[in-house]
């Protein structure tokens, strides 16, 4: 920890973020190595993790893998996480973290913020990450609560429809672009209210955080 921060101490706010951005790799990759994340007797190569969260870090949505065939449901949660943390930004993650540990928020951090988020002051900017996280995550369960609601009447298994409405919703908002179900959104080509509703989430994640606060 401390080499990290004297990389940081040494470079300046622009290369803070590609180091912040890096590690973010690094800690997505460690955490897609854990025990229990991929199904027994399915074996991932490490460029292939590797791989999988650097897409996830920054939401491109591509995989080597099929994620349904590969993750355990406890490694889809740490997909999704993966996704949030490129979705919301890994600078408004690290502030998050900040606050939730008590820790002083210097002015390093805040040209850091400030920079990610393309703010031209650096006034308010932790209140500004702390917004951004408040709404994606009300965004992603209004979400997750309507499309698990609809997904459980059609296969009634809640472990089932709670988990599908959740990745569906984390994936459509982040514009992460994943899915475990292996075929995408094909099976509900001509369901209008899934279609719909993911519409929506995708659209409130390309706005952008920042813009949907200023328009409320």
């Not at 940081?8 to 190595?33: C, D, E, H, R, T």
């Not at 969260?53 to 995989?63: E, H, P, R």
């Not at 709404?135 to 429809?161: H, K, M």
Request: hydrophobic share 50%; charged share 10%.
């Amino acid at each position: 920890m401390s080499i990290f921060n004297q990389l940081l101490k040494k470079s300046s706010p622009q290369q803070g973020i590609v180091i912040y951005y890096i590690v973010a790799i690094i800690v997505a990759f460690l955490m897609l190595n854990l025990p229990f994340v991929h199904k027994s007797n399915v074996s991932v190569d490490p460029i292939d993790s590797l791989f999988v969260a650097v897409s996830g870090v920054s939401v491109t949505g591509l995989t080597p893998v099929n994620i349904i065939d590969t993750y355990t449901t406890f490694g889809q949660v740490i997909i999704m996480l993966i996704l949030n943390l490129g979705g919301i930004g890994v600078m408004a993650i690290g502030t998050m973290l900040w606050v939730v540990l008590g820790k002083h928020i210097g002015m390093r951090e805040r040209q850091l913020i400030m920079l990610d988020n393309n703010k031209h002051t650096m006034s308010g900017t932790v209140k500004l990450i702390l917004d951004i996280v408040r709404t994606i995550i009300i965004i992603e369960l209004v979400g997750a609560s309507l499309l698990a609601f609809y997904f459980y009447r059609d296969n009634p298994d809640i472990q089932y429809a709670i988990m599908q409405g959740l990745f569906v919703s984390v994936s459509a908002t982040t514009n992460g672009g994943l899915d475990i179900t292996g075929q995408s959104l094909i099976p509900y080509a001509n369901d209008y209210f899934v279609q719909t509703i993911v519409m929506f989430l995708i659209m409130l994640g390309s706005i952008g955080f920042p813009v949907l606060i200023e328009v409320k």
